[in-house]
């Protein structure tokens, strides 16, 4: 298993709502990344829930096929996800929180992705390939072919449209990839990429000295760019 990660606080944020997990467990690396929203520190909290569930999971992973791997992903989702909802009905100052939550697996020969909001991850190897679809407002315009002004772009996608902890039920969208066809993993939140482009990641990583380089460079970029937002990110080496 060999990644790098990183979380900051940014520039504008009094405290920092994102979480993230690597896990090995047995055979399989767990790698999620969650951003959490709400008032107060209740978005802080939400992630942070997904967080700690995932890494006291412990699902039996022994002679499973794909489709189960996704079952058991899916019923990982449900059961943070009610957990979430049921805090943020406990007390007033958790009201409204929730979380995103991006999750890949390496399991055999694939990446199982589990995945609901906007944070983002990528296949990279001689190209970039984005494996999750943001659920923004933006996103949804877009997929309806509606024309979008260029200076309502920015607004229109900070609205999430599905995120982990807001209902009682929220479904995942599931992907499986092969691992053979990216060589990296990249990971993060929206603080990244309301910053950097597709291709100025790919141009970072293409370009980097090392991966630990590759990760302060991202992370130094959007800093030097307002980091209005917390920054997290996860570079992790895919292997065989």
Known sequence: MNYFAKSEIGCARKNNEDSFLVREMGA????????????HSSGEVASQ??????????????????????EILKKLVEDINIRIYLK????????????????????????????????RIYGLGKTIELLTQDHTYLSELKKRGVEIEEDKVRDYRKYITRAM??????????????????????????GVTNHLSDEEIFQMYAT??????????????????GGKDNITCIFAEIGE
């Open 28 to 39: 399989n690396t767990i790698y999620l990344i969650c951003d959490g929203m709400g008032g």
């Open 88 to 119: 943020s009905k406990s007390a007033e100052q958790y009201n409204g929180m929730g979380t995103t939550f991006s999750l890949a697996m390496l399991h055999k020969k694939n990446i199982h992705i589990a995945h609901i909001g906007d944070s």
């Open 49 to 70: 829930m997904a967080v700690q569930f995932t890494q006291t999971w412990n699902p039996d992973m022994t002679q499973i096929r794909k489709a189960d791997v996704q």
């Open 165 to 190: 902890g807001t209902s009682t039920i929220e479904r995942p969208d599931l992907m499986i990839y092969p691992k053979k066809a990216y060589e990296y993993l990249f990971m993060c939140t929206d």
């Open 208 to 225: 980097r000295l090392d991966d630990k380089t590759f990760v302060d460079q991202i992370v130094n970029a959007c800093l030097e760019r």
